[in-house]
């Protein structure tokens, strides 16, 4: 059983929705981002997703565009997010580590590289937002030779056929986008996640990860009752560029055990 199967199994056992969050890697500096993932892992995360730094991140908002282009003006590379990878694992850390990313510098690294490299230092798997099934076919197949997932991201525009196609190629879990546009925290939920949920369900039984817009404990206790996994991004960027140096980690460690603790779903009333 793979990592990503393992943590799904045990949140479900523990009757709460799995918690994934989010660190650019090279933001708030490249030496920081161990330091930022230590912190999310401090807050109880399940998984925690590394985003890789591109100068045209199409699915990102305001929040996440300026930490990669900060990460990029500092030379953050995707060998030195392989490199943040071979830290952790070097301490012990079991949590896992998934890349998302653009296709791009993956594809300029080589695919057989990547693949071969991410399985050698024990990455989860990838996120690649603009990676389309039909021109995924190689991706899908090199990281499946190599016991990765490739994770699919459905938005709420998703047609059925565009569902299935999506979930029929990857694994691991299906990011399920709470709404239509772009990353960065909101004050609400798309009243139309559930309809969209129960859609993506018909097609696959993985396990379905909703993100995008997700900033509020009220947030991660709403899609736990809807969901096997709630993601955390822009929220925790902000946190890292508004609070001070000395506290930025205590401080998101903190808003990441507010959400560990919404993650336990609520008992529903007999009718």
């Given at each position: ?5 393992a943590t799904f199994a ?116 990838f996120i ?144």
């Amino acid at each position: 059983m793979s990592r990503l199967a393992a943590t799904f199994a045990q949140t479900q056992a523990e009757n709460r929705t799995a918690l994934i969050t989010f660190a650019t890697v090279g933001f708030p500096s490249p030496a920081d981002t161990v330091h930022v993932v230590r912190a999310l892992l401090a807050g109880g995360s399940d998984v925690v997703e590394l985003g890789i730094p591109f100068s045209d991140p199409l699915a990102d908002g305001a929040t996440i565009q300026h930490a990669s282009q900060s990460a990029l003006d500092q030379g953050t590379t995707l060998a030195m997010a392989f490199d943040v990878v071979r830290e952790l694992r070097a301490e012990n850390v079991t949590t896992p580590l998934v890349f998302m990313g653009y296709y791009n510098p993956f594809l300029h690294y080589g695919l057989e590289r990547v693949v071969a490299e991410a399985a050698e230092i024990g990455l989860d798997g990838f996120i690649v937002p603009d990676l389309p099934p039909e021109e995924g076919q190689e991706f899908a197949r090199l990281a499946k030779a190599h016991d990765l997932d490739l994770i699919p991201l459905l938005a709420p525009t998703s047609t059925d056929s565009r569902i299935q196609a999506n979930v029929q190629a990857g694994s691991g879990f299906i990011y399920c986008v709470s709404l239509t546009g772009v990353t960065g925290a909101r004050d609400q939920l798309s009243a139309t996640l559930p309809d969209f949920l129960g859609r993506v369900r018909k097609h696959t039984d993985l396990p379905l990860a909703v993100g995008f817009g997700v900033s509020r404990p009220e947030h991660v206790a709403t899609i736990a009752q809807m969901a096997e996994g709630v993601v955390s991004a822009s929220a925790l960027i902000n946190i890292l560029e508004d609070t001070p140096a000395a506290q930025r980690y205590d401080a998101l460690t903190d808003l990441v055990r507010a959400m560990r603790a919404a993650t336990v779903r609520q008992a529903t009333a007999e009718t």
